[in-house]
């Protein structure tokens, strides 16, 4: 690809990254993306980050955009006839892209995800011709190369008329640029790019046309930087008006593709020849491969580069994507290659330690002694060899440690010195007998203290310390020294199983620190694993997590939480020039940071950060003056530099992709781009929002969250998901809210946020409510009215029935009754006929009797407690006869309505009782009481007669009567009596649902 302009990148971004080129000897490592990562095509041609943050790339096998996660790729209509080999993208200052083709100019719509053609002046609908050449100028006039013409578009434009351009015709317009003064740089020539020309269209400032032959062939790159210097390949001129002038870059000998501004003055070349940083101060210009093991010539030819808002560098080539990014750590790894003789013997390492001249020597176990080249990873190796006698004993090393200038102590199943001259495995000899003997053990630590004196930790044996200048032995049998550790002092740490221990070489006095009983957490059978001091504290690793030891108080703490640390086991510790403690764990590496905040000490690291080694091992670490670290583990060796390892500082935006949506006409997409607010229609079902934070650096550890302000009433912890699905929202006004973390947890807790309003449908509307509320309070009017109407009726009715009993049926009864009574006097009839007549008129009276009641219940006047009440009295007063009667009456003092029906029933079941009390029952007393209270009746009906069994009574008798008279009314009876001792019956009825009394239906009156 041919670019269009020269990029310039400012510090906002590039604060770390120019950490990562600080020196130009600093080579890059670059993650190569391609097909199998969701490429389209492996040929990348252009690169563009648009203002949200997305990487657009121009394929040959169309568009793709890049979130961090995957490819989005997006084709021409290959109907159409056109190209889906893309050369040149665009993003004006309105936010469209443009994209030039093999067949012409495009613009991508990025909300339909549509292709429409760039429409041409004079041109057919589907434009034709190679479109490489793209420029937005300072005036913010669009500038297509299209074919053998030069096209220009204003904001103003709809289309983009054909522009003149001074000088013969041409074939193809290869590249644009722009000066200061408006002026339009271009490179045109043949279609093969063998005769380049560079032309000066003239601009605001005017000036002279300018046409410049350039010899060199395939020179058709046009760059004009920060200080108006123009740049077409390796040729520069200080003076965009005047002819250009070459400028030498010895390293690079082809043709120019593209090219990238630092703000320090530096340059990104892309090239036929591969990636090239280059100073023009210095004139030196670095080159980077891309690809990690063999380079293959697709890589190698570089189209496109680009240095993202994050300062990562993107590089487009013939053989894929590639990608440094500043903000991973960069851990390096030496590790054992069968197919490589110069790579370390054996992948699980024991010590580390540095000799005179520089090189690392690095025991394994299992693959002898090896000495490294820091600079090129290169290792000689040192093996166990049976026809050798001065060879090593064995290939498993514990323990090394460098005395003097040129001794290596190797401590194996016994001690050795090496000699890295003769390479000879020397055995130290043992003295005769004596306390002071030396260890046939198994060496597993081993330290030098510079005066003269090696130590050496055995297995089971204890703690020794050998002479160098006389060979002697000193013994410190009740020491276990699994590990030592000197301090500046010259005292001596050890580290054995539940305890460490400080001894004083001078005076052989010791002193042990048991963690058992010191730090709870811990037990006597921890193993000390490393030891680290620091002057003021004792740093320990174990078995059991990290531990300390203030030396001024001689206490122990647990500096770190539980399952703060991803395993149980430290096995070692190193500091770097901070202070900070590098952990090698069973479960990665950890730096642990000591002044920072609780939460802050601990950041750990994993095969995906490019650690190399999940365990590591005991003591095995070292760092170089240079402040390098090494850590060793069971797949190789760890090594980095400390201020290289940092958390990732850049903010990641937050952007919303996609919503989705469920309703009644079946699922629907809302177009994002530019959305301000977004309406869902009333009986919306669901709503899917979709989302993600533009972070390059190793995406899938981003974290989300999110929530529906309005709706939700906490963040909702999304994860690492990008989606929030929302059912059956209520109609009202929300927010919508994302926030999100990069993958070191630095949140953007601004986020993105989006107005929500669910619009409601017509019965949610308020207005529908008003208007279901007038019409639901004029029906309950119309049913009130109806119900008074009836009401009424019903009383007229009642009271008409009344009347006629009373007046017409009353009057015809006491008529028959005074013409029986009179005719049954006359002497002339038999004595059986008068009785007979006597009969009649009993029986009349008594109809004329019950017919008063039925007029009493009928009649409404009588619906309340105080009519009930004057007519027990007055039944009582015929029913009981002579009898002692006791009438008790509580009833509130504005009376208490009663319904027919439950005044008929109670006033039934009064006369039912006093009867049995009169007639069966023998009393001489009867007590009543009758009491209204709290929408309840309480009837209470007590005699001093005979009494009986209440099991006994037959369903013919008065009291099954009564019985059957309460379940219909739905009230409760509850009767007392037994031989000899009376009866009390006692009658509860709710009085709900009754209606008003006479008093309060008098005040009923129709609405008018």
Do not use: K
């Given at each position: 690809m041919v670019p269009r302009r020269s990029a310039i990148v400012g510090l906002a971004?590039?604060?770390?990254?120019?950490?990562?080129?600080?020196?130009?000897?600093?080579l890059l490592v670059f993650e190569r993306l391609g097909p199998e990562n969701g490429l389209p095509h492996n040929t990348v041609n252009d690169l563009l980050q648009d203002r949200q943050g997305f990487l657009w790339l121009a394929t040959d096998g169309g568009l793709s955009r890049y979130d961090g996660y995957g490819f989005a790729s997006h084709r021409i209509d290959p109907t159409s006839g056109a190209s889906n080999v893309l050369m040149a993208l665009l993003e004006d200052r309105s936010g469209e892209l443009w994209v030039g083709s093999e067949t012409g100019l495009w613009r991508f719509d990025r909300a339909a995800e549509e292709f429409r053609a760039a429409p041409l002046e004079g041109a057919p609908e589907a434009p034709t011709g190679f479109t490489q050449a793209l420029l937005e100028d300072r005036s913010g006039r669009l500038w297509a190369g299209v074919g053998p013409a030069l096209y220009a578009k204003r904001a103003e434009d709809s289309v983009f008329a054909r522009a003149s351009v001074p000088g013969p015709p041409f074939e193809r317009v290869w590249s644009l640029a722009s000066d200061s003064d408006d002026g339009l740089w271009a490179i045109v020539g043949d279609a093969g790019g063998l005769h380049p020309e560079l032309r000066r269209i003239p601009g605001v400032a005017g000036g002279q046309a300018v046409g410049v032959s350039i010899t060199e062939r395939f020179h058709v790159s046009v760059f004009i930087d920060s200080q108006d210097r123009l740049w077409t390949g390796p040729i520069a001129s200080k003076d965009a008006s005047a002819a250009p002038r070459r400028v030498e870059v010895p390293e690079l000998s082809s043709y120019?593709?593209?090219?990238?501004?630092?703000?320090?003055?530096?340059?990104?070349?892309?090239?036929?020849?591969?990636?090239?940083?280059?100073?023009?101060?210095?004139?030196?210009?670095?080159r980077h491969r891309l690809h990690r093991g063999a380079p293959t010539w697709q890589s190698e030819q570089v189209r496109s580069v680009l240095v993202d808002h994050a300062g990562g560098l993107w590089v487009g080539t013939l053989g894929g994507l590639f990608h440094h990014d500043p903000h991973l750590p960069r851990f390096r790894h030496w590790r054992h290659d069968p197919g490589d003789p110069d790579s370390l013997s054996a992948d699980p390492i024991s010590d580390i330690v540095r000799g005179p001249s520089g090189d690392l020597w690095i025991g394994t176990f299992g693959g002898g002694l090896n000495r490294v080249d820091p600079e090129?990873?290169?290792a000689e190796r040192f093996r166990h060899d049976n026809q050798v006698d001065d060879s090593l004993p064995g290939d498993v090393i514990w323990s090394l440690a460098w005395e003097g200038d040129d001794r290596l102590w190797v401590g194996v199943k016994d001690l050795r010195i090496f000699d890295p001259v003769g390479h000879r495995f020397e055995r130290i000899p043992a003295p005769q007998s004596g306390a002071s003997s030396q260890p046939e053990a198994t060496v597993v630590s081993l330290r030098a203290d510079g005066r003269g004196r090696v130590w050496l930790g055995t297995q089971r044996q204890g703690l020794f310390a050998y002479e160098v200048d006389t060979g002697s032995w000193v013994s410190f049998p009740d020491l276990d020294a699994q590990q030592i550790v000197i301090s500046e002092a010259g005292l001596l740490w050890i580290g054995s199983r539940g305890s460490v221990?400080?001894?004083?070489?001078?005076?052989?006095?010791s002193e042990r620190f048991p963690l058992s009983s010191t730090v709870g957490a811990l037990l006597p059978d921890v193993e000390v694993l490393d030891l680290h001091d620091d002057g003021r504290t004792l740093w320990v690793a174990t078995t059991a997590g990290l531990a300390r030891l203030e030396l001024a108080t001689e206490s122990w703490e647990l500096p770190v939480e539980s399952g703060r640390l991803p395993g149980t086991v430290v096995f070692s510790i190193q500091s770097d020039d901070r202070g900070r403690l590098w952990l090698g764990t069973n479960q990665g590496l950890v730096r642990f940071s000591p002044e920072a905040q609780a939460g802050g000490r601990v950041r750990s690291y994993e095969l995906a950060d490019g650690i190399g080694n999940v365990e590591f091992n005991r003591h095995s670490r070292y760092r170089s003056p240079d402040g390098m670290i090494y850590m060793g583990g069971m797949n190789g060796v760890t090594f980095f530099r400390p201020d290289q390892i940092y958390d990732n500082p850049v903010v990641p935006p937050v952007l919303l992709t996609r919503v989705q949506t469920l309703g009644r006409k079946g699922e629907a997409q809302v177009n994002v781009d530019g959305l301000a607010e977004l309406r869902l229609p009333p009986g919306t079902a669901e709503v899917t929002f979709s989302f993600t934070a533009l972070n390059f650096t190793r995406a899938e550890r981003n974290r989300y969250e999110y929530m529906l302000e309005g709706f939700d009433a906490e963040w909702?912890?999304?994860?690492?998901?990008?989606?929030?699905?929302?059912?059956?929202?209520?109609?009202?006004?929300?927010?919508?809210?994302?926030?999100?973390?990069?993958?070191?947890?630095?949140?953007?807790?601004?986020?993105?946020?989006?107005?929500?309003?669910?619009?409601?449908?017509?019965?949610?509307?308020?207005?529908?409510?008003?208007?279901?509320?007038?019409?639901?309070?004029?029906?309950?009017?119309?049913?009130?009215?109806?119900?008074?109407?009836?009401?009424?009726?019903?009383?007229r009715m009642r009271l008409r029935i009344a009347g006629d009993l009373h007046d017409e049926l009353g009057s015809e009864l006491s008529g028959i009754a005074l013409a029986t009574s009179r005719l049954a006097g006359k002497k002339y009839l038999a004595e059986a006929d008068r009785r007979r007549l006597a009969d009649v008129s009993a029986s009349s009276v008594q109809v004329m009797q019950g017919l008063r009641d039925i007029v009493w219940y009928v009649n409404p006047d009588h619906d309340s407690m105080r009519s009930l009440e004057a007519r027990m009295r007055s039944a009582a007063s015929v029913l009981l006869g002579g009898l002692e009667h006791h009438f008790e009456v509580d009833l509130p003092g504005d009376g208490v309505g009663i319904d027919m029906g439950t005044r008929r029933g109670i006033y039934l079941i009064f006369k039912e009782l006093l009867t049995n009390a009169a007639r069966h029952a023998g009393a001489s007393r009867v007590e009543t009481r009758l009491v209204a209270r709290n929408g309840e009746v309480l009837l209470e009906v007590a005699d001093d007669g005979v009494g009986f069994n209440p099991a006994d009574a037959t369903d013919g008798s008065g009291l099954a009567s009564v019985r059957r008279r309460a379940a219909h009314m739905k009230a409760s009876l509850d009767l007392t009596s037994r031989p000899g001792s009376g009866c009390r019956v006692r009658l509860s009825v709710k009085m709900t649902g009754t209606r008003q009394s006479r008093d309060s239906v008098r005040r009923l009156r129709m609405p008018e």
């Open positions: 971004g590039l604060f770390c990254a120019a950490a990562a080129l600080a020196s130009p000897d600093q120019l593709n593209d090219l990238v501004e630092l703000d320090d003055g530096r340059f990104w070349l892309a090239s036929a020849e591969g990636l090239f940083l280059w100073d023009p101060e210095s004139g030196r210009a670095v090129s990873g290169r221990a400080r001894l004083n070489p001078a005076t052989g006095e909702i912890h999304g994860g690492n998901s990008r989606a929030a699905r929302y059912t059956n929202v209520p109609p009202g006004a929300y927010r919508f809210r994302v926030r999100a973390a990069n993958n070191d947890g630095l949140w953007n807790e601004t986020g993105m946020s989006l107005p929500v309003v669910v619009r409601p449908a017509f019965w949610q509307t308020w207005w529908f409510r008003v208007l279901a509320l007038a019409a639901i309070v004029a029906a309950a009017y119309q049913v009130y009215r109806l119900r008074v109407r009836r009401l009424i009726e019903l009383e």
